[in-house]
């Protein structure tokens, strides 16, 4: 051996802000060299904006009426019946000028709210009949009702988007709304992944009988695309020290190299040593949780490393605790946590204190709020269970049970 690697064992909440602060400098020091392309608005979904966007006119350009019904004055409509002057279409221009005292025009939903009327009220609200309008029973009306003033959502030159956001429906409708043909995002970071160990074969191969598929692969290339970067090289890799080197060595074109396996203390886990002969920096060697626990966080000549556990679901649950956060500051994004929430359990749930557990979920949400329940699993090699999850239940570092009726964290992924 060419040196001991250290061993820095930390508890979840000391790991995650580790990854927190390389996310942190990453976001800043790296922002000019981040390169940005152009992409349609309806292929930008999951792209992250590289340039905020602005209106191009207030929103709503004139004061829109929301509702069907009769725009007039709400003065005017409580003194009596109005005189019905005209129509208007939503994408229809008023052309007959300000409506006077006593008049009422008939309008639907989306159109441009005439000048001098301060309410519309809706036609549900109204007995209309040979020209007139009269408000039925003793209802309350307010100047404003019913109509959206221009500019209340936003002022011409405001941001709407601003760099940094993940592009969902809601960026991609109000980019739409500002005339935003095509997008600015930032590019994708490019992210090794290794798969090392001696019995893997990939899915095209027959497995011998002491052979295991390689799955880790698999999952973690989604779990890339998800948190915005692209699965660059790819490869199995052997349980030789020269060959993990000769793995790691072969990924300069990324920004982000991904190994699973190979971390634990077995005689053959030559990830941290071949890390370390090739002169790596460590954060963390090991964090306090289960799955997941020989986690491993550095950086080699600039890019970053993670070695997560070769068990397929502590591959999948490091990644989306540690990984996907440092990868989503990468590509850019400003909001880079995993995606906790909460939850009531429906069952006790008891546990050994001394880590926090990633407990094999099924999470069922409604408007009322979210229950959760631990799906019965033969430890983090069990794909089956996982199969069966939709996300995990978190018990923190000290306790040893979780009462059914208890408020507690989950983790989707
Ligand atoms: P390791 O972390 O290398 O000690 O591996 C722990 C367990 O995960 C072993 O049972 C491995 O066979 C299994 N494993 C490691 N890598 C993969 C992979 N890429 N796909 C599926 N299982 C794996
Ligand atoms: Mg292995």
Redesign the pocket.
Known sequence: MSGESPSIVLSYDHAASVVRRQAELVRTERASGRGVERVTLSESAGRVLAEPVVADRDQPPFARATRDGFACRVADLRAGGLRVVGQLRAGEAWTLGAIRPGEAVEIMTGAAVPPGADCVVMVEHVAAAEGWVTLTGARELAPGENIVPAGAEARAGDVVVPPGRRLGVAEIAAAAACGAAELPVFARPRVAIL???D??VDTTEKPLAHQ??????YSLTQQVRAAGGEPGKTALVRDEKAATERAIRGTEDCDLILL?????M?KY?FVEEALLALGAEFFFTGARIQPGK?VVFGRLMGTYFFGL????ISTMVTFALFGAPLLRAMGGETEARPRFGMARVEEEVRVKAGLTRFLPASIRSDVRGAHVRQIVWRGS?DLAAAAKANGFLVVPEAAERVAAGEIVTVLEI
């Open positions: 798969a090392t160990g019995e893997l295991i598929r390689n799955s880790n692969s699973t396996g190979g971390v634990s077995g886990d020989p556990p070769g068990n397929p090699g």
